[in-house]
């Protein structure tokens, strides 16, 4: 139960793969679902019925199943029907849906925050509904949804973890194979929270700084 | 395609058998980082020297971990030291240990929120810190508490998939044995076992925001 690090000299790759698998699916998923998030804000604030009907659907039924079973839908559903696709895609692509209906949500927050007069003013002056929100609207939603983004983010990179589930050779599926070797829980999975932390720990602090400069500048 | 076989009803049994299990590791898991949490979130708020720095530093490094981590660290450790507890008992204590930092961050900004100027003015009166806590910082603090810690609990309900990988008997991994028996069933599984999930979570998604109207209302 020692803290002698050394013994893990010889995992230093598998350390290093692990950790390079980990960010990118956090940075792949974290660009899909901001796509897929902004469409399906756009969807339930349009004044569109069916559009609406679709994106609260959307957000409600992908807030409320574990991702697990939406990961399992790729990496074991779409092969039973004959699609072949990586266990790295899959949790990558499980991610970004999971994490699209939460960051839907904190899309749609911040453009109701923006006042209504705006979205009128652009309007009467001439704008389209799609070019009121693109140059009026959204940039202005965007200072307040980038504390809720950054939280998002914090917490793609934990659910990133889900890949050890399918064998898709991130951070935690190489502690998994490292610790098989040497048998010793503290030692491996410390040094395992602590690449954690290195990642998350300063992504927090400064969603928090943000949080509370723009809570300032609000009042 | 054949579903009859993967839809049998030893096999809905099987997978409602599984749900029970999910419900039972949720309900002890809520049950304990609920009165945990609350005692972290009250610690880290009442700025009691060395307390309140422990929780501090408890609260950051597990909120800060993947749950997933936490649940292997448990199963591996309990084995490892030679604790022979069932899979059920090391996934609720894992469970706890994670949900309760994120339970703690909740009941603190709670009781961040109530106003200075009633805390003042119950010191004013001569309650003492204890009283003044019991009487006006918890009751009107821990109301605000309610939706963000059903999310929470919410979140802790999808969450029991994890332990999927620890062969912890619930839902998704029963789903699994059967699927893997009857491959082309894939799909359809994943649709029901979701369905499940959602219909406990919107229900209680649902009540926790007319909870919240009626509060705030």
């Not at chain 1, 599926?173 to 098989?180: G, K």
């Not at chain 2, 603190?108 to 810190?129: C, H, M, P, W």
């Amino acid at each position: 139960m020692g803290w002698d690090f050394t013994v893990l000299e010889a995992y230093q790759q598998d350390f290093i793969d692990g950790f390079s698998v980990t960010l990118s699916a956090s940075l792949l998923a974290l660009i899909l679902s901001l796509i897929v998030g902004t469409f399906v804000a756009l969807a339930r604030i349009s004044p569109i019925r069916l559009l609406q009907g679709l994106g609260t659907a959307y957000v409600e039924f992908f807030r409320n199943t574990p991702l697990v079973i939406q990961v399992f839908f790729f990496a074991m559903g779409l092969p039973s029907i004959g699609v072949d696709i990586s266990e790295f895609a899959a949790g990558a692509l499980g991610l970004s849906v999971y994490t699209g209906a939460f960051i839907a949500e904190a899309i749609r927050a911040g453009i109701q925050s923006v006042p209504k007069g705006q979205m009128e003013a652009a309007r009467s002056s001439g704008m389209s509904y799609m070019q009121a929100m693109r140059y009026v609207v959204l940039p202005q939603a965007f200072k307040i949804v980038i504390p809720p983004l950054g939280n998002q983010f914090v917490n793609l990179v934990k659910n990133s973890s889900v890949l050890a589930i399918i064998a898709g050779g991130d951070l935690l599926y190489h502690a998994d194979l490292v610790y098989s070797q040497i048998f010793n829980v503290t030692m491996v999975y410390g040094f395992v929270a602590l690449l954690y932390l290195v990642i998350t720990l300063p992504l927090s602090y400064g969603v928090n700084r943000l949080e509370r400069r723009l809570a300032r500048s609000h009042t | 395609m054949d579903f009859q076989q993967a839809f049998s009803p030893e096999n809905i049994l099987f997978l409602l058998q599984g749900f029970l299990v999910t419900l039972k590791v949720a309900f002890f898991a809520i049950l304990f980082s609920f009165i945990f949490g609350i005692l972290l979130g009250i610690s880290r708020y009442s700025r009691i020297p060395v307390l309140s720095h422990l929780s501090v530093v408890y609260i950051e490094v597990i909120r800060n971990l993947p749950l997933l981590l936490i649940i292997f660290f448990g199963f591996f450790a309990f084995r490892e030291w030679g604790l022979q507890l069932p899979i059920t008992t090391s996934v609720i204590v894992s469970m706890t240990i994670f949900t309760s930092a994120l339970v703690a961050e909740i009941v603190r900004s709670g009781l961040n929120s109530v106003d200075k100027g009633l805390i003042e003015a119950a010191r004013a009166q001569g309650f003492t810190y204890g009283q003044t806590m019991i009487h006006i910082i918890l009751p009107l603090g821990l109301k605000r508490t309610i939706p963000p810690m059903v999310s929470q609990f919410i979140s802790l309900i999808k969450d029991t998939s994890l332990a999927v990988i620890i062969s912890l008997p619930e839902v998704t991994h029963n789903a699994q044995i059967i699927y893997n028996k009857h491959f082309n069933a894939t799909i359809p599984l994943l649709i029901i076992v979701s369905l499940l999930y959602f219909t406990v979570n919107y229900t209680l998604s649902l009540t926790s925001r007319r909870l919240e109207q009626k509060l705030v209302g």
